[in-house]
């Protein structure tokens, strides 16, 4: 069943790994249910001095951001999410289609609430290969990741 009280979210970043979802949700996580999807109008960067990403709005990209479209989710997973993503990010409306069908559905997203400073573009698989263990060691924290130190 879909909880009628929150729109689905969409991972785009670290959330993406089943490893970073445990880590923040516990068993809460099992209670998730993911379908692989997209969104279309944004980049993703490296926040500055960090092993993780940002999201922003870019209305001239046609790029495709993959990621999951989450369902099933309930306050208590919203409340652990907003925690872990700290005080810089925020959940914002947005698009995204269904990878499989390209249905469009009405999202929530972490997005930064405030100008943080990036550098290079985050690509998720070189993340998951590189940069994954480092993220554990420096940046995570299921009751706030680090902020960025500049």
């Known amino acids: 069943m879909i909880n009628s009280q929150h729109h689905p979210l969409f991972f785009y970043g670290t959330l993406r790994s089943q490893e970073v979802r445990h880590a923040v949700l516990s068993k809460l996580e099992c209670s998730l249910t993911l379908v692989k999807g997209f969104i279309l109008g944004y980049d993703v960067f490296r926040v500055k001095n960090t092993n993780y990403p940002l999201i922003l709005k870019n209305t001239h990209s046609q790029k495709r951001i993959l990621g999951f479209?989450?369902?099933?989710?309930?306050?208590?997973?919203?409340?652990?999410?907003?925690l872990f993503e700290g005080e810089n990010y925020s959940r914002f409306k947005a698009q995204a289609?269904?990878?499989s069908d390209e249905l469009k559905v009405e999202v929530e997203l972490y997005m930064p609430n405030k100008k943080l400073d990036y550098c290079e573009p985050w690509i998720f698989e070189n993340w998951l290969k590189l940069e994954?263990?480092?993220f554990f060691m420096k940046d995570f924290n299921?009751?706030?990741i680090k902020k960025p130190i500049y």
């Open 97 to 99: 289609f269904r990878l």
């Open 142 to 144: 299921k009751d706030g």
């Open 132 to 134: 994954k263990e480092s």
């Open 69 to 82: 479209i989450v369902y099933n989710h309930n306050q208590e997973i919203i409340n652990k999410l907003d």
